[in-house]
């Protein structure tokens, strides 16, 4: 599955792949989703600035606890949100 993913701090959108994984039985209180979202192209020019352990980590993780009714409630996210070339031309 392929989404387009913006943090919410910089201006990258990027193609990514969205993994997910849903826990326990609808109406359970304990049930969640368990997402996870990675580059679709890792080496794509939208990284540069970013080192091969962040264009093949995770962009984003995050858990959503299932309510009954109503949106699911973010419980925890970690994303990453800010990137860019920080050094040109050797610093020169």
Avoid at 10 to 34: F, L, M, Q, Y
Avoid at 43 to 59: C, I
Avoid at 66 to 89: K, T, Y
């Amino acid at each position: 599955m392929g989404s387009e993913w913006k943090g919410p701090v910089a201006p990258h959108t990027v193609p990514s792949i969205v993994c997910g994984w849903r826990w326990g039985k609808e109406g359970d209180p304990e049930a969640s989703v368990d997402e996870s979202r990675y580059a679709a192209e890792p080496w794509g020019p939208e990284f540069d600035g970013l080192s091969s352990a962040h264009r093949f980590g995770e962009l984003l993780h995050g858990l959503d606890r299932l309510q009954p009714q109503g949106p699911p409630n973010p419980e925890r996210v970690i994303r990453l949100e800010d990137w860019g070339v920080w050094w040109h031309d050797g610093g020169y």
